[in-house]
């Protein structure tokens, strides 16, 4: 079970079943957390399937002097970063052995030894904290980039654009990443923006911007190197937004009655997933016994996560008076 | 020694602080305009110009503060750090504990309130109680030049968030800075006025009101013990308790509107725990529940008054010899 509970910061090379198959962790992770919420009694969840391609591709496009800040969907940076299942199941069932003692739950973990610092549940406060996190790696001479993801919700605080404003005045190395994920929570992105692209919003405030398809993987590694680079030569920041969707509800359980079904039905056809596994067939990366083996294993693995985390014992009750201070 | 207002010694403690540790940062609206002396001593790198947004002030001092800075922030009027509240409240007071102690948030937010410069209520609002209220925030407000100098110093040095008010009424006043310079920890009181027959707990500007209504009070016959709080949080209890179980009668006394107030707090504290010890209840003499006006005498009825001290003390002192 101890080589379940690594902290090692995942190093993505060039071979692209690895883009897949973190992708049917983050997936098979995410589903996992929704059952065990809906036939368990487990903390309510939220979560960003059909948003793996662009924790995945930007993730792997980072180096490991890199820092991530996330938010309330992070489940997929963290184990994108390598973050363990078990460790990440533990933390949001409140146990023990998750990443914050249980203190966080499945809200705002961090996970300081993978460079995923200071997460962030309200929205937008990531953006907020992301200047000054970049300002240390700025002022202490650290040359890693800081990675603040987002959505187009918290595109619509003020602290976007705050954030955005100040970094592009004091020069700061952030690669902005916001998952354009057409819902802010209960509300559709086209009741509360006049726009369709966030990308659009970068430049009067000097930040050069992309924007990417938010599904495929492979497009937003891409996308994301070169914005990195922009960032590393430029010494500006740079604003990467990806076009996505949320296939799940804003926070488990959700019946999304609220949706659209044929405008849900259209994007569950474009689902990341399904999209790199057609194209690494198609390339012979792959065959599709290979793909069940696949799935299998990493099928295993979530389960052994959930043994894990069911077994991680509660935080002792004097737990509630520690850490408060330093 | 030559006396320094308190505003110098600010600057003094700013200057003393960035020069033993480099990772101490200044960040705020006009801090390189106005204190040019540190700009030139440090540089523009760690005194930084920002611009009018508190709440990205606060938010990159936090993030900042979390990697390895130590930053100092001015964002000059209590009433502002409304906009910077989610920052303070949410993030420097929270991560720490729900990242399971992975982070620290070594970091100073300065601001001025109080009456006595006619600013209005979006200028001076007492909100101090509000982060005493607040887990992992802790919160100091001096009176003395002394205190302003050694306290702000000791913030700076503490890795926790802290919030230092500076009552702008006591802003241009002036003190002796000692030769040998105390080492004052946060969470200290004071005693300012010795005294055996009724406790005076305040902070700030209105220490000196009790100071005064102490002096009076003596002339009566009354000898009132003054406590300068010094900082609200972390609470000096054991001193408020000592004091009060000694005297037998207390009076909180603050600027900040009366409904849960410090002195609300301090009030449950004594009768939770020193009632066989009390003559009377515990009196409190604060602001209204209202906006601070700005006119100068709508102002000084706001603000608690020598008379209104003196009374409080006496209806304690009388209702005890009438028992």
């Known amino acids: 079970m101890l080589a379940e509970v690594n902290v090692t910061i995942r190093r993505f090379g060039a071979d692209p079943l690895e883009l897949l198959n973190t992708m049917m962790l983050i997936r098979m992770y995410e589903e996992r957390a929704a059952l065990l919420q809906r036939e368990s009694g487990a903390p309510g969840t939220c979560t960003a399937v059909g948003q793996e391609a662009t924790a995945v591709g930007v993730v792997a496009a980072l180096g490991v002097d890199d820092l991530i800040l996330t938010n309330h969907r992070s489940a997929g940076h963290l184990l994108a970063r390598g973050a363990s299942p078990s460790r990440l199941l533990a933390e949001a069932l409140g146990r023990r052995d998750g ?165 849900l039905a259209s994007w569950r056809l474009r689902d990341p997933l399904s999209k790199m596994q057609a194209r690494l067939l198609d390339q012979g990366i792959i065959d599709q016994a290979g793909l069940d083996a696949l799935s299998v294993e990493i099928a295993q693995c979530i389960d052994a996560a959930a043994v894990f985390a069911i077994a991680s014992p509660y935080p002792a009750v004097a737990e509630l008076h520690t850490d408060i201070f330093a | 020694m030559k006396p320094v207002t308190v505003l110098e010694a600010i600057d003094q403690a700013l200057a003393e602080e960035m020069a033993h540790d480099p990772r101490v940062i200044l960040m705020g609206e006009g801090v390189a305009t106005k204190r040019k002396a540190l700009l030139a001593e440090f540089g523009a790198d760690r005194v930084r110009n920002t611009p009018l947004a508190e709440g990205i002030i606060a938010g990159t001092a936090v993030g900042a503060a979390a990697t390895g800075l130590r930053p100092v922030i001015d964002l000059l009027f209590a009433p502002f750090l409304c906009y910077a509240m989610d920052e303070l409240v949410n993030s420097a007071g929270k991560l720490r504990y729900l990242s399971g102690g992975q982070f620290a948030f070594p970091l100073v937010a300065i601001a001025m309130t109080g009456a006595g410069w006619g600013v209005g209520a979006q200028h001076n609002h007492n909100i101090e109680a509000w982060f005493v209220h607040t887990p992992g925030l802790k919160v100091v407000m001096p009176s003395s030049v002394a205190d302003f100098k050694s306290l702000l110093k000791a913030a700076i040095r503490d890795d926790n968030p802290v919030l230092f008010f500076v009552d702008i009424g006591l802003a241009h006043t002036e003190g002796e ?100 010890t009390l003559k009377g209840p515990v009196l409190r003499v604060g602001g209204p529940d209202a906006p601070a006006p700005a006119s100068y005498p709508l102002e000084q009825a706001y603000v608690p008054q020598v008379e209104d001290v003196v009374s409080s003390v006496r209806r304690l002192t009388r209702s005890a010899a009438a028992a």
């Open chain 1, 99 to 263: 990443y914050c003692g249980g203190k966080s739950g499945s809200l705002h973990v961090s996970a300081r030894d993978l460079g995923v610092v200071l997460t962030s549940t309200i929205v937008g406060g990531e953006l907020a904290l992301a200047t000054g996190v970049a300002l240390s790696q700025q002022m202490l001479g650290r040359t890693g980039v800081v990675a603040c993801f987002f959505g187009d919700g918290a595109a619509c605080e003020g602290r976007f654009h705050e954030s955005l404003n100040l970094a592009a005045v004091w020069r700061l190395p952030i690669l902005y990443v916001c998952e354009n994920n057409e819902w802010q929570a209960f509300v559709h992105r086209r009741e509360t923006m006049l726009t369709d692209s966030v990308a659009a919003w970068a430049q009067p405030y000097g930040i050069d911007s992309a924007t990417v398809d938010g599904n495929d993987v492979e497009a937003v590694r891409a996308a994301a190197t070169e914005a990195l680079a922009s960032i590393r030569k430029n010494g500006r920041p740079f604003l990467l937004e990806a076009q996505t969707y949320r296939l799940r509800g804003h926070f488990e359980p959700d019946d999304q009655g609220y949706v659209d079904q044929q405008e």
């Open chain 2, 177 to 276: 800075l000692p030769a040998q310079e105390a080492a004052v920890r946060l969470g200290e009181a004071v005693v300012r006025r010795i005294g055996e027959d009724a406790t005076l707990i305040s902070y700030a500007k209105t220490v000196g009101v009790c100071e005064r209504a102490a002096a009076v009070l003596a002339e009566e016959g009354v000898s009132a013990e003054v406590l300068d709080l010094r900082t609200l949080k972390p609470l000096d209890e054991a001193a408020v308790l000592a004091s009060v179980r000694r005297t037998g009668r207390a009076v909180v006394v603050h600027e900040a509107s009366r409904n849960c107030g410090v002195g609300a707090e301090i009030a449950a504290m004594l009768t939770e725990q020193t009632w066989a």
